[in-house]
């Protein structure tokens, strides 16, 4: 009689227990309050100028006066910049012609220029847009984003944290830090520390068949397990995927995509006309070369002189820290997720 | 005169087994405790892929290449009788943001009977060029069979694939494509989304499963390098590495899963890229679905028998990745051995086994506890879902139960079928899931 009442309860208890946990799902089954799919979105908002173009719409749209909700949210400033109240702005400015601030300004809203804006020393900015090109002093700070139509220039020490765009080019110099940086030019710290690339000897034609360790996976996929080194001043046909580290000798040229799980290391003058890949850190010596995309899932360092990309054939360049030499040049996208500075050697 | 009847109670403490019935009752004990094992290892891995995706560094390494010299591409959008979704799949394709003149859509029609062919033609006329028809009227059935002999009329090295209900977004081929830049690279997964969720219950419990299986399941593995599985559609495939590893097998059900396997038997790796998301169909009623899931189960039980041993010795393969490939190649025979464990549980029980094994029924209770509704899968489902951003569906995860208890018949049921296929040496016929889409206006 007792284990009866034993088994009665526990399943009671247990009926009851259960029964807590299907009254919400019992009330959502018959009177559903969460059905939609979940959203997928047409447009992806990670391209690096998204919100600059979505605030030139928007100033657009209020100069054609079309309705909107932002049709009547704008300032306007003379070029004189007289009277303008830089820090308490609440509303996105527009400046009708280039300017030239006398004094450093900390714009707390969007700033609009229909013209060329040079910005002194130790300015602070949300977002800037201009129609012409963009300088901004040293020691500047762009908060969210800032696009010029024409060439955008970072004095020293700037941060231009978030996204930076041009439609031409984006030079940064010493000590500036970046996160997306989007442009046909991208250059860092100047071209002071170009110098003159030397001449280069005769390479000799290798086949990464012979290789230490190397396994053909496919026509034009080899495969090395362990760490690879390729010897200076040697042509390579096809792709490469190495499982440990991989050294690219000095002058040394790759006519295909790289993949080494443990890092690379590219000699000076190296070149890769595909892509570079790696999980661990990529080092790009002095002037080395790479067409494609160069993505490490780490650190990139970018030696002066180093060019990736070209601007015929734009490319991207991803970790998430980038270091850059003064003398490196990209053209496409610098994406670093973390942090991104131009290294004064 | 009679004796009046003992209880069963009675009885069975009165019962002493023999050596014959100790070993036999012994036999089942072990079974059981290996099934045990089993599941356990199988909760373990569903806790350790959650908290990865909850805790743990995200990996998304070619998401932001956006911009590069895009290879040439063919699109390949598998069809049979698909007159109800095949122009919104072809004009979302021609709304893409890939350079037109690195893209060619191939509609693969696979010997539809309704008025699917009419409508490839009827866009090939209005896009001269930037559609071209692969219209098939023989051969053998199936989707991988289409594919394969498609295969053919692909130009570049670069091949992805869409099923004709799938909805892709703008920017989604880039994403899809932008891993191939890692020559290490064979295949490539995205995120699939059911979009018709709030048709009825059975929608909404299977949106769902597959957030946990993309959100949490496929992205962890991602994070962990294990092995993210290709799902033969939302993805793409390297032709070069295809070839080089057998070239495409119509012989399964799951084409997918084969070619993942022979990929990563090969050196190859494949990559899962949980924002490049597009929308499908999912089925509505649970018929469908039940023929759906019994094809997934013959489809990858084929594969573990073809390729389990070699994976699991394959020198390609870190130690992590042949772990997590054996298991997932094992998870549609999870569901007969845990029937099996329960008879055999029962079985214990009724031969009074519990005098001898008393702690390992004990231990079963807290298996059935676990994997009765397997709460590990479910925690990896309510991560997804608050991943998502969307709590209040959440309300609905105990009647995964329900579905869990289906599929565990019906997934045991298909691997009966298949061992009878298998002794009778019948063919496994693929059976199409059906589409419930209304014809879009463009048509």
């Given at each position: 009689m007792n284990t009866a009442l034993f088994y009665l309860a526990f399943v009671l208890i247990s009926s009851g227990l259960m029964v807590i946990a299907f009254g919400p799902t019992w009330r959502e089954w018959q009177h559903p309050t969460d059905t939609e799919a979940l959203q997928v979105l047409p447009h992806y908002t990670t391209d690096i100028d998204h919100f600059a173009d979505r605030f030139r719409a928007l100033v657009q749209a209020h100069q054609a006066q079309v309705p909107g909700p932002y049709a009547n949210e704008f300032d306007f400033a003379p070029v004189s910049l007289e009277g303008v109240n830089w820090a308490g702005m609440l509303r996105p400015l527009v400046c009708l012609g280039s300017v030239k601030p006398q004094t450093a300004i900390q714009c707390a809203a969007p700033l609009f220029v229909h013209g060329d804006f040079e910005a002194p020393a130790r300015s602070r900015f949300v977002g800037l847009l201009a129609q012409g090109r963009i300088r901004l002093g040293a020691g500047s700070d762009v908060g969210q984003w800032a696009h010029a139509d024409a060439s955008l220039h970072l004095a020293q020490g700037c941060s231009g944290l978030r996204r930076l765009s041009s439609s031409t080019a984006v030079e940064l110099e010493a000590d500036c830090c970046f996160e997306r940086i989007q442009a046909p030019h991208i250059r860092f710290g100047g071209d002071a520390a170009l110098q003159p690339e030397r001449e280069h000897a005769p390479l000799i034609e290798a086949s990464f068949d012979r290789l230490e360790g190397a396994l053909r996976q496919s026509e034009h996929v080899t495969l090395v397990r362990g760490d690879c080194k390729l010897p200076r001043m040697h042509r390579y046909h096809g792709s490469l995927v190495v499982t440990g580290r991989l050294l690219i000798g000095a002058g040394t040229v790759i006519e295909g995509d790289v993949k080494a799980r443990g890092g690379i290391v590219m000699g000076d003058h190296a070149r890769v006309q595909g892509s570079l890949c790696s999980e661990k850190q990529i080092q790009l010596l002095d002037h080395a070369q790479v067409a494609g995309p160069v993505v490490s899932e780490s650190g990139i360092l970018l030696g002066a002189g180093v060019q990736v990309g070209s601007p015929q054939a734009l490319t991207t360049v991803s970790a998430e820290t980038i270091m850059a030499e003064a003398g490196a040049r990209a053209h496409g996208t610098v994406w670093a997720r973390q942090l991104g500075i131009v290294w004064s050697a | 005169?009679?004796?009046?009847?003992?209880?069963?109670?009675?009885?069975?403490?009165?019962?002493?087994?023999?050596?014959?019935?100790?070993?036999?009752?012994?036999?089942?004990?072990?079974?059981?405790?290996?099934?045990?094992?089993?599941?356990?290892?199988?909760?373990?891995?569903?806790?350790?892929?959650?908290?990865?995706?909850?805790?743990?560094?995200?990996?998304?390494?070619?998401?932001?290449?956006?911009?590069?010299?895009?290879?040439?591409?063919?699109?390949?959008?598998?069809?049979?009788?698909?007159?109800?979704?095949?122009?919104?799949?072809?004009?979302?394709?021609?709304?893409?943001?890939?350079?037109?003149?690195?893209?060619?859509?191939?509609?693969?029609?696979?010997?539809?009977?309704?008025?699917?062919?009419?409508?490839?033609?009827?866009?090939?006329?209005?896009?001269?060029?930037?559609?071209?028809?692969?219209?098939?009227?023989?051969?053998?059935?199936?989707?991988?069979?289409?594919?394969?002999?498609?295969?053919?009329?692909?130009?570049?090295?670069?091949?992805?694939?869409?099923?004709?209900?799938?909805?892709?977004?703008?920017?989604?081929?880039?994403?899809?494509?932008?891993?191939?830049?890692?020559?290490?690279?064979?295949?490539?997964?995205?995120?699939?989304?059911?979009?018709?969720?709030?048709?009825?219950?059975?929608?909404?419990?299977?949106?769902?499963?597959?957030?946990?299986?993309?959100?949490?399941?496929?992205?962890?593995?991602?994070?962990?390098?294990?092995?993210?599985q290709y799902g033969g559609t939302v993805g793409g495939v390297r032709c070069s590495a295809v070839a080089a590893v057998g070239g495409w097998h119509d012989d399964t059900l799951a084409e997918d899963t084969d070619i993942t396997y022979r990929l990563l038997l090969n050196g190859w790796k494949t990559v899962y890229t949980n924002r490049s998301e597009c929308y499908e169909e999912v089925p509505q009623d649970w018929q469908v679905r039940i023929k759906q899931i019994k094809r997934w189960a013959k489809g990858h039980n084929q594969v573990m028998v073809r390729y389990g041993l070699r994976f699991a010795f394959s020198p390609y393969l870190s130690w992590r990745e042949r772990l997590d490939g054996l298991l997932l190649l094992c998870v549609f025979v999870l569901p007969p051995l845990l029937l099996m464990g329960w008879l055999l549980a029962l079985g214990l029980y009724f031969f009074n086994a519990g005098d001898m094994l008393t702690g390992l029924i004990s231990l079963f209770a807290l298996m059935a506890y676990g994997t009765l509704g397997n709460f590990a899968a479910f925690f990896e489902i309510a991560v997804a879902v608050l991943l998502d951003g969307k709590r209040r569906r959440l309300r609905l995860l105990p009647l995964s139960l329900l579905g869990f208890v289906i599929s565990l018949f019906a997934i045991s049921s298909s691997v009966w079928g298949q061992l009878m296929d298998k002794l009778l040496r019948r063919d496994m016929v693929w059976d199409k899931t059906v589409r419930y889409r209304q014809p879009s206006v463009e048509q």
């Open positions: - | 005169m009679t004796q009046p009847l003992e209880s069963i109670e009675a009885l069975s403490q009165r019962w002493v087994p023999g050596p014959v019935a100790y070993a036999v009752l012994s036999t089942m004990a072990a079974l059981l405790a290996m099934i045990i094992v089993v599941m356990m290892v199988y909760a373990t891995r569903h806790g350790v892929l959650t908290l990865n995706r909850l805790l743990g560094h995200q990996r998304h390494p070619y998401l932001d290449i956006d911009q590069a010299d895009w290879p040439l591409i063919t699109v390949f959008i598998a069809a049979h009788n698909e007159e109800q979704v095949i122009a919104g799949c072809l004009q979302a394709l021609l709304d893409t943001n890939y350079p037109l003149d690195r893209l060619k859509v191939v509609p693969v029609n696979d010997r539809s009977t309704d008025g699917t062919r009419a409508i490839i033609d009827d866009w090939v006329g209005r896009y001269p060029g930037r559609i071209v028809p692969f219209h098939r009227t023989k051969g053998k059935p199936g989707k991988a069979a289409a594919l394969k002999d498609a295969l053919q009329h692909a130009q570049g090295d670069i091949v992805i694939i869409f099923d004709a209900d799938y909805v892709p977004g703008r920017g989604l081929l880039k994403q899809l494509v932008a891993p191939f830049f890692d020559p290490e690279v064979g295949a490539v997964m995205g995120r699939v989304v059911p979009v018709n969720t709030g048709v009825n219950l059975l929608t909404r419990m299977l949106d769902l499963e597959r957030s946990g299986g993309y959100q949490v399941d496929q992205q962890a593995r991602m994070n962990l390098r294990l092995v993210p």
